[in-house]
């Protein structure tokens, strides 16, 4: 069985791209704190997703619809909303991560077929077996902690599918389990599907050059012409035990595309990019590469043809293989 | 409903000492427990590793003994598992943990298929974020649920309100556990690969302090754990509990005096000392760090006490 | 924030943009605003209250900055002399061509931060929001100035070719390529 692709959309521009660049599914989200990639001006309305899937399946492409927060208690029908909707609108999948979605998604919607979100951070044989036996998960995306190894491990002990993430942004924290942001702003993934949000994010220059503030706590400093990355708490500089780095993470992506076919050999079903708050260009671009490096794969190709097609995406950029190998803990 | 609330009044509000998050030596951790047998004003201590599987052979020989002590001097014993499990050995800790015959905390979702069918407690590490989840865990068997450090005070309250019959305790006193990661900071600062890091965690018993670029006081690293660097002081009166509906508190372990903390709490919650007087007292021990309660507040959790 | 951006104009084509003394730039581009919120009402749902935001752009190599609420069919722009003192809820500033590269979609909403060719100050969140409404317009430089059909294909061609060939000219950062 060939590896699936799984695309990132965070607009319905961002999934015509994708399908065209020849995502074999996308994933995408509401516009509401139902989704952890809640940013401004992104994510589909209801009528934009059944539009979307119309579009994904004429082309033989399906569509994950990632319903991945937790539901705000008291508050529970845009999580309910969102599950009938997706449904309605004919979702592959929805990806969820809190006990309460999946319970009712489980109850009140039994054909609907149950991914688990990174943010439900399950990493062992024993977690995973609890949310298939009780939910009916039928796919876990893998927390981003583990490495090859340990998800071959993991693959051999269930039986359900997995997902590994591949290409871009990385959270060097456990997800859905970070309260960093929150600690800073009052807002995080886990309550209203943000981190470090735009709106707390601050630019302000002195004599020292440009400090990047989150809500008044300095997160980084840069001077004239150096490069600042996306203003994410976990990927700022700080001072600790005498020392000044990038202490959490550098500010790097992941780009785990040379262990795909260490991957597959792993047992993963699917491979994930990360991305919905990027634009089409980059979309189109990411997209059309990982495709034709897992063509190449399936077709038996060498790793330096692989290689050489990924090339474009890892030149210049400044990436990491992350936690699939071992000495990035 | 009146009644429900008259019963809570009645029932004084519990105590708990959480689990040592930080790597403190066996003779420290035996030297420590000791007095909060003798002395602290809690009714239940937490025992067990729950931040590192690494720190685990170096604590797993003390805990018989120390569950001895503890339930001699009166203290109900629970034993918290760890919040990160995931090599054989790791995982196995936490179901034998569970399978110990003491009340269990699971902290992942590893330890419920384990714990699912006789009574058990849920650590903050688990993500209980309303009352579906609350009334999911509640089905399996758990009794007391200590809510994630982020959730709003509001959101407490309809949890709490949805579920009578379970006990909800708040975070209360401590840096506050806002993340895990597979990488160890404390490695990575010292220039150590995980697997080689020569415990060096254990150099920073309240966690190594993390400061921003224009020394503002932010965060404090623990090994694969990262803190708040504010020492979180919700000091609530009698009347805000159950209002909440919390009927359990949770001082974590720091090595200011414990015991002095608990005294100080143990008033509070019985109305012989009020807000004002619990902070000021609070301020004036030896603290690594600020205190906050945003959290508490429906502000970021960094936000400051207001001691007025 | 340093004076000189990377990618601005070289003296002759920055004379050659400057608006001519008495053309009335602003009225003709909130027309044009407004001319598009008819034609694509899902761009401006997609910004919601963000619509109601006043943007200060600021081209680094032009003399004048254009100040712009894209409240849909009511939306205004303003066409400003620079250093005029104007205040609004987001500032962003930066050669021209990199400004242009976030109308097209040249850059997203993380490339957006990644270069340091653009200066945001305020709402940063409004400036996200934006981008990202217009990331799924599929804008393209006809739609500024209302050409359909042939004509609109024409402008887009000369438009987005001359972009590109002004950009590598200038030297201005291209997404993709090391920089």
């Known amino acids: 069985m060939s590896l699936e692709l799984v695309c990132p959309a965070g607009t319905p521009a961002a999934l015509r791209a994708a399908v065209e660049a020849g995502a074999h599914s996308v994933y995408c989200g509401f516009r509401d704190e139902t989704n952890a990639r809640n940013f401004p ?45 997706a449904e309605k609108a004919g979702a592959d999948a929805v990806i969820l991560a809190d006990l309460a979605v999946l319970d009712h998604a489980a109850t009140h919607h039994p054909d609907l077929r149950l991914h688990l979100s990174v943010q439900a951070a399950a990493a062992t044989p024993e977690a995973i077996a609890f949310y298939a036996d009780t939910f009916g998960v039928k796919r876990v995306v893998m927390p981003r902690v583990l490495s090859v190894e340990e998800i071959a491990k993991l693959n051999a002990a269930i039986d359900v599918e997995t997902e590994a993430f591949v290409f871009g942004g990385l959270c060097p924290m456990t997800e859905g389990r970070c309260s960093l942001s929150s600690y800073a702003t009052g807002k995080s993934p886990n309550l209203t599907g943000v981190c470090s949000p735009p709106e707390h994010v601050a630019y302000s220059e002195d004599r020292n050059g440009t400090a990047t503030r989150l809500n008044g706590f300095t997160i980084d400093r840069f001077g004239a012409g150096e490069q600042a990355g996306y203003p994410t708490l976990c990927k700022g500089r700080f001072m600790a035990g005498g020392k000044t780095s990038y202490l959490f993470e550098d500010p790097v992506s992941l780009n785990a595309a040379s262990l795909i076919a260490a991957l597959a050999k792993a047992g993963i079903t699917a491979l994930k990019i990360e991305g919905r708050q990027r634009g089409k260009g980059y979309v189109t671009e990411v997209v059309r590469t990982f495709r034709a490096a897992v063509e190449a794969i399936d077709a038996g190709g060498t790793e330096v043809e692989v290689g050489r097609l990924l090339a474009g995406l890892v030149e210049g950029g400044r990436q990491t293989s992350g936690a699939y190998k071992k000495a990035w803990r | 409903m009146p009644g429900t609330e008259k019963s809570i009044e009645m029932t004084k509000t519990g105590l708990t000492l959480g689990p040592v998050l930080f790597n403190w030596s066996a003779d420290r951790l035996r030297d420590f427990y000791a007095r909060i047998a003798d002395e602290a004003e809690v009714d239940r201590v937490h025992l067990g590793e729950v931040v590192c599987g690494k720190r685990q052979p170096f604590t797993d020989g003390l805990w018989p003994e120390l569950i001895e002590r503890l339930q001699a001097a009166g203290k109900q014993v629970v034993l918290s598992t760890l919040a990160l499990p995931y090599n054989p050995r790791e995982r196995k800790a936490v179901i034998d943990f569970c399978r110990a015959g003491e009340l269990a905390e699971i902290n992942d979702l590893t330890a419920l298929p384990t714990v699912a069918g006789k009574p058990f407690v849920v650590g903050p590490f688990v993500n209980v974020y309303n009352e579906g989840a609350a009334r999911f865990l509640a089905g399996r068997g758990a009794t007391g649920i200590c809510l994630p450090v982020e959730l709003p005070i509001a959101s407490v309250a309809i949890i709490a309100a949805a579920l009578p019959e379970v006990e909800f305790e708040l975070f209360a006193f401590g840096r506050l556990p806002l993340a895990l990661s597979g990488r160890c900071y404390h490695a990575r600062l010292h220039g150590l690969h995980k697997d080689g890091c020569q415990f060096v965690c254990d150099r920073d018993p309240d966690g190594l302090p993390v400061d921003t670029l224009d020394g503002q006081r932010f965060l404090a690293i623990n090994g694969i754990q990262t803190l708040s660097n504010g020492v979180e002081a919700f000091c609530p009166t009698p009347d805000d509990l159950a209002r909440l509906g919390v009927r359990r508190l949770r001082l974590s372990p720091h090595t200011t005096d414990m015991v002095a903390v608990s005294r100080l709490y143990r008033a509070l919650l019985d109305g012989r000392a009020d807000r004002a007087e619990t902070l000021a007292a609070l301020k004036a021990l030896d603290l690594p760090g600020e205190l906050v309660d945003g959290f508490t507040r429906g502000q970021p959790g960094s936000a400051r006490v207001e001691m007025a | ?68 609420v894209p409240d849909g069919t009511r939306a205004e722009v303003k066409c400003l002399r620079r250093r005029a003192g104007q205040t609004a809820d987001v500032t962003v500033r930066g050669p021209l061509l990199v400004l242009l590269g976030l109308l097209d979609g040249t850059f997203d909403g993380d490339a957006l931060f990644f270069n340091r060719a653009i200066a945001v100050s305020g709402r940063t969140d409004a400036l996200v929001a934006l981008r990202n409404a217009i990331e799924d317009a599929e804008l393209t430089p006809a739609d500024f100035v209302g050409a359909t059909g042939g004509l609109g294909k024409l402008v887009d061609r000369s438009v987005i070719g001359g972009l590109g060939l002004a950009r590598r000219f200038t030297g201005s950062p291209i997404p993709g390529e090391p920089s």
């Not at chain 1, 934009?48 to 029908?77: P, S, W, Y």
């Not at chain 3, 601005?8 to 730039?25: D, K, Q, S, T, W």
């Open chain 1, 41 to 85: 001006g992104l994510n589909f309305s209801p009528d934009e997703l059944v539009e979307g899937i119309r579009f994904a399946h004429a082309h033989g492409a399906k569509v994950l619809v990632a319903i991945n927060t937790f539901a705000k208690a008291g508050a529970m029908d845009a999580w309910k909303a969102a599950l009938a909707n």
């Open chain 3, 1 to 68: 924030m340093a004076e000189h951006f990377r990618g601005e104009l070289p003296r002759l084509l920055r004379i050659l943009a400057a608006p001519a003394g008495f053309l009335p730039l602003g009225p003709a581009l909130t027309l044009a605003v407004r001319r598009f919120a008819r034609r694509k009402p899902a761009v401006f749902d997609r910004l919601g209250d963000y619509g109601k935001c006043s943007f200060l752009i600021e081209p680094s190599d032009l003399d004048i900055s254009f100040l712009m």
